[in-house]
């Protein structure tokens, strides 16, 4: 039965291969998903404006009727939840996709009913990232150089605002909220994706490894994230330490 457009969650699905763009969609809408699905760039545009899809499933391979890949231009586009398809053996693409933003990758052959199953799974996780962004209970966090507002989900390092994605964030916010405590890539992958993630927690290195980057971008001379070996991640002392620091100069 077809999905009540107007209540059913809506998946743009842009792929070259028609074969699975035809059996995708049709597994998708089995499953209680509004599908708009199209082999041609520029159709792919059009629908992530009109359509207003709550996940997009990109073809990595797909070129930009405005230069670049598909992906890179829609995910510029639009704050919704976006799946990379990439091609067999292609482990640099995947990466690169993750980095710039992408919130779960897939490579073929991959079966529609993965497809729908990682699509459901990232729908998930808005009940409990959302309410912990509500605006209306807005908090600072101030570390240091470091200040993490999150009503505003917004990062400053020395107040230079730091450029991060929403899974970026998330996974800092939950670091900067138990500051002494070392989080397991487990712990990070249920706050963060919700308890029934499924895939790679090697997910939670990548993300963190770009948001290091970023943050020593603007503080080239302190650490900000430690990775505990085995275990997981926490916030560096060199950081905890300039917080230290700082309010014992504030009090002199």
């Known amino acids: 039965m077809e999905p009540d457009a107007q209540l059913a969650p809506r998946v743009l699905l842009a792929v070259n291969d028609a074969l699975l763009r035809r059996i995708a969609s049709v597994a998708l809408r089995e499953r209680g998903f509004s599908v708009s699905a199209t082999t041609e760039e520029s159709a792919a545009l059009v629908l992530a404006q009109s359509f207003s899809p709550d996940v997009l499933m990109i073809d990595l391979e797909l070129p930009s009727p405005r230069g670049g890949s598909l992906f890179d231009t829609l995910r510029g586009l639009t704050d919704s939840y976006v799946v990379g398809i990439a091609p067999p053996n292609a482990d640099?693409?995947?990466?690169?996709?993750?980095?710039?933003?992408?919130?779960?990758?897939?490579?073929?052959?991959?079966?529609?009913d993965e497809l729908a199953a990682r699509c459901q799974a990232l729908l998930r996780r808005p009940r409990a990232v959302h309410a912990r962004w509500d605006p209306m209970a807005a908090s600072l966090i101030a570390l240091g150089p470091l200040t993490v507002d999150v009503g505003r989900r917004e990062i400053r390092v020395h107040g230079h605002d730091v450029p991060?994605?929403?899974?970026?964030?998330?996974?800092?916010?939950?670091?900067?909220?138990?500051?002494?405590?070392?989080?397991?890539?487990?712990?990070?992958?249920?706050?963060?994706?919700?308890?029934?993630?499924?895939?790679?927690?090697?997910?939670?290195?990548?993300?963190?490894?770009?948001?290091?980057?970023?943050?020593?971008?603007?503080?080239?001379?302190?650490?900000?994230?430690?990775?505990?070996?085995?275990?997981?991640?926490?916030?560096?002392t060199e950081l905890l330490r300039a917080e230290h620091d700082g309010r014992e100069l504030a009090s002199a």
């Open 92 to 112: 640099m693409m995947r990466i690169r996709a993750l980095r710039a933003g992408a919130d779960d990758v897939v490579s073929v052959p991959v079966t529609p």
């Open 164 to 236: 991060v994605t929403r899974i970026e964030f998330a996974l800092f916010e939950q670091l900067c909220r138990h500051p002494s405590e070392v989080r397991a890539r487990v712990q990070l992958l249920e706050e963060v994706w919700g308890p029934n993630w499924v895939g790679d927690t090697h997910v939670v290195d990548v993300h963190l490894s770009n948001l290091r980057r970023k943050l020593q971008q603007f503080a080239p001379e302190l650490r900000f994230i430690h990775t505990v070996r085995g275990v997981g991640f926490r916030l560096s």
